[in-house]
C-alpha cells in the first residue's frame, strides 16, 4: 500500500495511469502522450509496476502496460472509510441547511 501511494504522489505517474485506464497501450504511445522521454516514461512505468498499480506484456518488439485493478482495489478499499466520513459529514450538513430552510 505504501509504494502505490508513494507512486501515486509523481504527477506523471498519475498522468500514465489516467491513459491507461481508458485502455492498455505501448510505452511509444505513453511517451507520445505525455511529452517526456521515453527513459522518463520507463522509470516511471517501473516503479507503478513495482508498486502493483501496472501490469505488462509483451507484443512483438513492444511493451504493453495496463492498470492492474488488484492495486487499485487496494487503495480504494483503503480510502473507503475516509469516504464514508465525508459522506456522513455532507448528510449532517444537508439535514442542518434543510433544517434553516
Do not use: C, F
Not at 522518463?40 to 507503478?48: D, F, P, T
Not at 509483451?58 to 487496494?74: C, F, K, L
Not at 480504494?76 to 430552510?101: I, K, N
Amino acid at each position: 500500500m505504501t509504494a502505490a501511494l508513494e507512486a501515486l504522489a509523481e504527477p506523471n505517474r498519475r498522468r500514465i495511469l489516467d491513459l491507461l485506464r481508458e485502455r492498455e497501450r505501448p510505452v511509444g504511445e505513453i511517451v507520445t502522450a505525455l511529452h517526456v522521454s521515453q527513459p522518463a516514461v520507463s522509470k516511471h512505468l517501473r516503479v507503478l509496476r513495482n508498486a502493483g498499480l501496472v501490469d505488462m506484456r509483451p507484443a512483438a518488439q513492444q511493451r504493453v502496460y495496463r492498470v492492474r485493478q488488484e492495486g487499485i482495489r487496494e487503495i480504494d478499499e483503503w480510502l473507503a472509510p475516509y469516504r464514508a466520513m465525508w459522506a456522513d459529514h455532507l448528510d449532517a450538513l444537508e439535514r442542518v441547511v434543510g433544517e434553516q430552510s
